[in-house]
């Protein structure tokens, strides 16, 4: 078991920056992929960026350029720098981790509110 706890969310203005983090604690040894994904209201939770052991970033077309994902393995700390941000980027922001190399993500956090006002 993975346990997540996410930090950093709140409202900020359109244009803005803010940077999301994300403590892993368990067992952490078997993480090899770390992610975020986001949840607006009335949509579909959706795949914002993943970061893959040894450096291989995945992003959604609509956060490139904007967004950018960093882990750091020896604090077990996963981030999320958003820049730019615009209204359409509220929601909930949702860390995750699996223990394959890909971004489905087999355990999460409780989420952390993003709201970007206009």
């Known amino acids: 078991q993975v346990q997540l706890v996410e930090s950093g969310g709140g409202l900020v203005q359109a244009g803005g920056s803010l940077r999301l983090s994300c403590a892993a604690s368990?067992?952490?040894?078997?993480?090899?992929?770390m992610g975020w994904y986001r949840q607006a209201p009335g949509k579909q939770r959706e795949l914002v960026a993943c970061?893959?052991?040894?450096?291989?970033?995945n992003y959604a077309d609509s956060v490139k350029g904007r967004f950018t994902i960093s882990r750091d393995n020896a604090k077990n700390m996963v981030y999320l720098h958003l820049n730019s941000l615009k209204p359409e980027d509220t929601a909930v922001y949702y860390c995750?981790?699996?223990?394959?190399?890909?971004?489905?993500?087999?355990?999460w956090g409780q989420g952390t509110q993003v709201t970007v006002s206009s």
């Open positions: 995750n981790v699996d223990p394959l190399r890909n971004c489905l993500g087999k355990y």
């Open positions: 368990g067992s952490i040894f078997s993480i090899n992929t």
């Open positions: 970061i893959i052991s040894g450096g291989f970033t």
